[in-house]
């Protein structure tokens, strides 16, 4: 049987879970996971994680904060004033949202508190700061 390699297309199945055994992800009752190993398609944990690997094998991985989605940076944490959003939009805490960058990227946050003046947007990944675990189970691959 050929190990995975950097460069080959993997299908797994997963379920990522937290440090308190919360699912945060799964692909139960979907299809597998597609994806190029080492094309950074995945955060770099599981991308490492699959190196090795022979079809049909299973194995669980603990994936630190730096190879999972980083450390959590206060510096994306932005207080807008609520003028600046759109009466229609109607925010509350906890809604995700979109809103253009400076240089016209489209950047994800959260909506973390409200008040009369002013709304606080978080753009930190939900997963930012936090170590994960996968069960992973390698599906197929295809070499380079």
């Known amino acids: ?28 009752g979907k299809e597998p996971l597609e994806f190029v190993v080492g094309s950074g398609q995945v955060i770099q944990g599981f991308d490492e994680a699959m ?3 022979n079809v049909g094998e299973s194995k669980v991985v603990d994936i630190p904060v730096e190879k999972a989605y980083g450390i959590r940076d206060e510096a994306m944490v932005m207080v807008v004033p609520v003028d600046q959003v759109p009466t229609d939009l109607n925010p509350e805490v906890g809604m995700r949202m979109e809103m253009g960058g400076a240089n016209g ?5 959260v909506v973390i508190d409200i008040d009369e003046i002013n709304i606080t947007l ?15 189970e390698l599906v197929e691959c295809t070499a380079a």
């Open 105 to 109: 990227e489209i950047i994800r946050v």
């Open 51 to 53: 190196v090795g690997m």
């Open 122 to 136: 978080d753009a930190n990944p939900p997963l930012a700061g936090k170590e994960l675990t996968f069960s992973i």
């Open 1 to 28: 049987m050929t190990e995975v390699r950097k460069g080959d297309k993997v299908k797994v199945h997963y379920k990522g879970t937290l440090a308190d055994g919360a699912v945060f992800d799964s692909s139960e």
